[in-house]
């Protein structure tokens, strides 16, 4: 077991460690920015069915619908075709409507998990087409589904899925800036330059990585925490979400995570002195209003963490912590902004001296109800 660990002590800091590397991976081959040239194998198959959907439905649990959250900002902003993001538990039953123009996008690293595949069988059976995202090749989702992309993350061990997400935010987001462009909405332009930073992702993320030894002193600080609220806008919304659940799977801490703005209908009742905030604050388009939720959490005494772009000065001279991520196309922050809160979650969970690869009461893969 060590040497697949590859010298790493948990599969989970390998698996952070190796996205780079797994990012590259699951882009190869289906994007060549300097030439302006995407494919993607499954969607050239229904391409007409992508460019024609009045809507795009998307299941998943866990991990897998924070992607599907991802993905539905980059569909409805590139590509202009409404997306609803559904847990695969609640779609199957809710008697949902859908129809034979809707499109289903499955996703989930095992292809294994029991609601996902039944929300699958269920679409189905209403003539909707399938596309699933798995990383598991053969896997049961990616042979239910009509057509799909693989992830090619390579296998995820840890129980805490991070690899796998970043491959799936980075299929997702070639499959918006492909039915973009072939619906008109993604000017080529606006391609192009998409293209040429999702080229540079790889490498950013390493730089990301390099902030391990930072993380590891906030974690020192924070580690006895009972609580924890997690709060980002937009893209970074989903990730914020994301954050709290790795935090609360692996350490076993309360984690909430939220869209910055609701904090006043709820979470900022809870902030006080003790409580840590962590705020992803990158340079966006909505930079200056997180700028005033990390004032509100100020004011009430709260202790913010936030993850902001490098070089930012405003949310620095107000927050306890700052963790700087490099700069990047706001729809591809999430690639970047998660990063830090992987790390931060796993090293917590370690000084917590929590079983960081098995947590308890979890499953790599719910094949049951
Ligand atoms: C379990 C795992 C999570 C995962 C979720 C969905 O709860 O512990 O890490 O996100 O299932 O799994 P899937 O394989 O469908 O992505």
Not at 72 to 88: H, K, M, T
Not at 134 to 145: D, E, H, M
Not at 203 to 217: F, H, P, T, Y
Not at 218 to 240: H, M, Q, T, W
Request: proline share 4%; aromatic share 6%; net charge negative.
């Amino acid at each position: 077991e060590s040497i697949e660990k590859g010298g790493y002590e948990h599969f989970m800091l390998k698996e952070i460690f190796e996205q780079p590397r797994s990012i590259l991976d699951s882009m190869r081959g289906r994007m060549i920015a300097e030439s302006n040239h995407l494919m993607m194998s499954g969607i050239r198959e229904f391409e007409n069915k992508f460019v024609n959907a009045e809507r795009i439905i998307i299941v998943a649990c866990g991990t897998s619908w924070h992607a599907g959250l991802v993905a539905e900002y980059l569909i409805e902003d590139l590509a202009r075709i409404p997306v609803e993001v559904e847990y695969a538990s609640e779609f199957r039953y809710r008697n949902p409507i859908i129809t034979e123009k809707d499109i289903v996008i499955a996703i989930s690293q095992s292809g294994e998990t029991a609601d996902t595949l039944a929300a699958i069988e269920l679409a189905k059976s209403k003539g909707a087409t399938i596309f699933g995202i798995c990383n598991v090749v053969g896997s049961s989702i990616a042979r239910a589904t009509d057509a799909g992309a693989y992830t090619h993350a390579g296998p995820e061990i840890g129980v805490a899925s991070t690899k796998a997400f970043t491959a799936q935010v980075t299929v997702l987001t070639l499959i918006a800036m492909i039915i973009g462009s072939k619906r008109g909405t993604l000017e080529t332009t606006k391609l192009h330059e998409l293209m040429v930073e999702l080229e540079t992702i790889p490498s950013k993320v390493e730089r990301a990585l390099q902030l391990n030894d930072q993380i590891v002193e906030i974690s020192e600080k924070y580690k006895d925490a009972p609580n924890c609220i997690y709060l980002g806008r937009g893209y970074n919304f989903p990730v914020a979400l994301e954050g709290a659940l790795k935090l609360k799977e692996i350490s076993y801490i309360h984690a909430e995570g939220y869209p910055a703005a609701e904090m006043k209908h709820g979470p900022i009742a809870l902030i006080d002195e003790h409580m840590p905030v962590i705020v992803i604050a990158t340079k966006d388009s909505s930079y200056e209003k997180i700028v005033s939720n990390v004032q509100e959490v100020k004011a009430r005494k709260g202790k913010v963490i936030a993850i902001v772009t490098e070089g930012d000065t405003t949310i620095p001279a107000m927050a306890d912590h700052v963790i700087e991520i490099p700069e990047t196309s706001e729809h591809l922050t999430p690639l970047l902004s998660v990063i830090p809160l992987q790390l931060l979650s796993y090293h917590i969970a370690v000084m917590r001296g929590c079983n960081v690869d098995q947590p308890r009461n979890l499953a790599k893969s719910v094949t049951v109800e």
